[in-house]
C-alpha cells in the first residue's frame, strides 16, 4: 500500500526531501512513518518530506540513481543539495538539513 504525502505537495521554491523506499511488505512501515512524521515536524514549512516508493513510481527512483535503498534526495529548485543512504535519522539530520536549505537560500539572493 503506498504512503500518503506527509504534506501536501510543496509551493515553488519550498526544498523537498525526497525519501526514496525500495520495494518491500508492509513490515516496518509505520515505524518509518513514524520516524518521517517526526521529521517532517521537525523541518516545519523550510522542507517538505515526500516518499517516492519504487514499487508506485520505479523510474523516478531510478533517475536518482541512488547506491541503495532506502535513500534521501534533498533538492531545492530541481538543485540536489544533499543525499544519503538509509533513512533520515536523528535530531543532527534535520539540522544538517535546515543549514543547508538556509544555505542555499542565502546564496540564492541577488547582491545588494
Known sequence: ???PPLLPLPTTGAAVLLVLLP????AGMEATQRLLAALQRRLGAAIRVLVVEEAAHPDV???FQPAALPAC???RRGQELW???GLPEGELVATQLLRL???AAAASLPAP
Open 1 to 3: 500500500m503506498p504512503i
Open 23 to 26: 520495494l518491500v511488505g508492509s
Open 61 to 63: 527512483v531510478r533517475s
Open 73 to 75: 534526495v534533498l533538492v
Open 83 to 85: 543525499r544519503q543512504s
Open 101 to 103: 536549505v538556509a544555505g
